[in-house]
């Protein structure tokens, strides 16, 4: 779910649809939620400063993560180990087993991890798109082309290719990780672009 103005977090059971959990997660509205790859956890981030990773099975808060400004996106790991959240413009990264703060990167309006989770993509408002080691975080690349705010960023499935996509210059970039080249700039939009995806096999892109 994202943004959720009524501060409440939906659990719905999808064989059935009907809902099998309801949290009061926020004091503010939810402003993004979610699950860790083995679907035991879910992150939930608002406009209240905190993250929190919920325990799905009992609905319990396993623990609450907090910063100064509202947390903007949330992202697991591919092993389910790490958390990436989005906030101010900078994305951190902590420790799911313990909430321990590990290190922060200078870029993150969105972010997301390679699919091999040794590369994390994060957007910044300036338009650029920062390519870091998920590990250390050194820094690696930046990729340059887009011209506002960076609204989401997706690396295709065997992780050869990143999507971004930004809010005001209403184009999607798609790009070689490896060569860190931009390969086409999609521009069927005349207006903002707020995200964009990769289909399971590479094959599509939609935003």
């Not at 402003?31 to 609905?59: I, M, N, Q």
């Not at 005001?168 to 707020?194: G, K, M, P, Q």
């Amino acid at each position: 779910r994202k943004y959720s103005k009524d501060k409440l977090l939906g659990g719905y059971q999808v064989s059935e649809w009907g809902a099998g959990l309801s949290v009061c997660a926020h004091i503010l509205k939810v402003e993004h939620c979610a699950f860790s790859p083995d679907g035991s956890l879910l992150a939930t981030c608002g406009f209240d400063y905190v993250c929190k990773v919920w325990d799905v099975r009992t609905g319990e808060c396993k623990f609450g993560l907090q910063k100064d400004t509202s947390f903007k996106y949330v992202a697991f790991s591919p092993c389910g180990t790490r958390l990436a959240t989005c906030s101010g413009g900078y994305c951190f990264i902590w420790d799911v087993s313990t909430g321990e703060y590990l290190f922060e990167l200078d870029a993150g309006t969105t972010c997301s991890y390679s699919p091999d989770g040794s590369l994390i993509a994060a957007g910044s408002y300036d338009g650029d798109v920062y390519l870091y080691n998920a590990t250390s975080g050194e820094s690696l690349a930046k990729l340059s082309g887009h011209s506002n705010t960076i609204t989401r960023c997706e690396f295709s499935s065997d992780g050869t290719v990143l999507v971004t996509s930004a809010y005001e210059d209403y184009v999607c970039r798609v790009w070689d990780v490896c060569t860190r080249s931009c390969l086409h700039a999609l521009s069927a939009h005349s207006s903002h672009v707020n995200h964009c995806t990769v289909s399971s096999d590479g094959s599509m892109i939609a935003t």
